[in-house]
């Protein structure tokens, strides 16, 4: 029973087009993570959040960006896709700091741009 | 950003073999995570290990964290096939903060029946 929610699981979508990744949590977790995965690759923190209105830049470079109006709700927007956007989108969440337990990890959204 | 090594990359045994996957830093992390990932779906947390020298078990699965906490090892014994996954190691320095926050590449395992 998943507690954190992405949406949509696949998309492919053309250059140029602009997107928006859903993240929903119901757990009432301050903290929010953005991770980008490429097979074989590290998981890199893209866009992170520590309660509403509060977003910060991770250490990977990405032209995406974020916002938190609501708790629970965590989307990332792309602008204008390009193909070295295809990656694999994973949307997190925890209840304090990484030493205050683990993170709870959505689905993950597949994205392809062609 | 502080580099974890995960060894090996990828690992394809029999059911009921026994395996260790290693998760290796020159840096020094004040707790360590386990997490498995499985196709299509995000990382979920197995472990936390804190202490250098902790072991922990859950199951069949030991986690161990190096002495100078520095490394960690996952051993699994007799293996099944719904082990099989991508095991990710994540260490963090004491900020807490989720910029300190460092994943390993994974070990590719497949347990075959």
């Known amino acids: 029973e998943a507690d954190i929610y992405q949406t949509p699981r696949y998309l492919v979508i053309g250059t140029g087009k602009k997107i928006t990744l859903e993240c929903s949590q119901t757990?009432?977790?301050?903290?929010m993570y953005w991770y980008q995965q490429d097979p074989g690759m590290e998981l890199h923190l893209i866009h992170y959040?520590?309660?509403?209105?509060?977003?910060e830049k991770g250490d990977l470079s990405s032209e995406s960006t974020v916002s938190r109006i609501r708790t629970e709700h965590f989307p990332l927007t792309l602008e204008s896709a390009r193909p070295s956007h295809t990656s694999q989108y994973l949307c997190?969440?925890?209840?304090?700091?990484?030493?205050?337990?683990?993170?709870?990890f959505g689905s993950g959204t597949r994205l392809t741009v062609v | 950003t502080q580099l974890l090594e995960q060894s090996p990359q990828f690992l394809s045994i029999q059911e009921g073999e026994n395996l260790t996957v290693y998760c290796n830093s020159s840096?020094?992390?004040?707790?360590l995570q386990w997490y498995r990932q499985e196709p299509g779906e995000g990382p979920v947390l197995l472990v936390t290990v804190v202490t250098g020298g902790e072991v922990k078990k859950l199951k069949r699965l030991t986690f161990q964290f190096g002495d100078a906490r520095k490394d960690s090892s996952l051993h699994i014994t007799a293996a099944q096939p719904g082990d099989t996954g991508l095991y990710l190691c994540?260490?963090?320095?004491?900020?807490?903060?989720?910029?300190?926050?460092?994943f390993g590449s994974g070990t590719q395992l497949t347990v075959l029946p």
């Open positions: 757990m009432g977790h301050d903290k």
């Open positions: 959040s520590y309660g509403v209105n509060s977003t």
């Open positions: 840096s020094v992390f004040s707790s």
């Open positions: 997190a969440s925890s209840v304090g700091g990484f030493l205050s337990g683990g993170y709870t």
């Open positions: 994540a260490g963090a320095i004491s900020s807490g903060s989720a910029r300190q926050l460092t």
